[in-house]
């Protein structure tokens, strides 16, 4: 049965920092590319960032470059999403994603939802006060 749970969401104020965590199991974690993602209330979920399965190929959606740093560690199972100066645009339930390295598409293709990730967290509630 594979898992994937979210942490280190919470509260912070607008220029703050957050750094999420991804474990997952019931899988071969290397094998399979990840992505965070976010939903906002009354919007739809987007990307954020995508990581290929070795890390070698990273992607960040245009309103997080510069500020997010996405990062893996294929030894203990874990994704990672730094995220510094936190706007309050930035708001949303974050959520991280796996799929199968042979769906990778090495383009913006794999920012989106819909790209074949096939294993989905519950996610974890990013709040930015202004």
């Known amino acids: 049965q594979v898992q994937v749970v979210e942490s280190g969401g919470g509260l912070v104020q607008t220029g703050g920092s957050l750094r999420l965590s991804c474990t997952v199991s019931?899988?071969?974690?290397?094998?399979?590319?990840m992505g965070w993602f976010r939903q906002a209330p009354g919007k739809e979920r987007e990307g954020v960032s995508f990581?290929?399965?070795?890390?070698?190929?990273?992607a960040y959606t245009d309103s997080v470059k510069g500020r997010f740093t996405t990062s893996r560690d294929n030894a203990k199972n874990m994704l990672y999403l730094q995220m510094n100066s936190l706007k309050p645009e930035d708001t949303a339930m974050y959520y991280c994603?796996?799929?199968?390295?042979?769906?990778?598409?090495?383009?913006?293709?794999?920012?989106?939802?819909?790209?074949?990730?096939?294993?989905w967290g519950q996610g974890t509630q990013v709040t930015v006060s202004s």
């Open positions: 994603a796996a799929k199968r390295r042979e769906t990778t598409y090495y383009n913006a293709y794999d920012l989106s939802p819909n790209s074949g990730y096939s294993y």
């Open positions: 990581i290929s399965w070795y890390g070698s190929t990273i």
């Open positions: 019931g899988l071969t974690f290397s094998e399979h590319a």
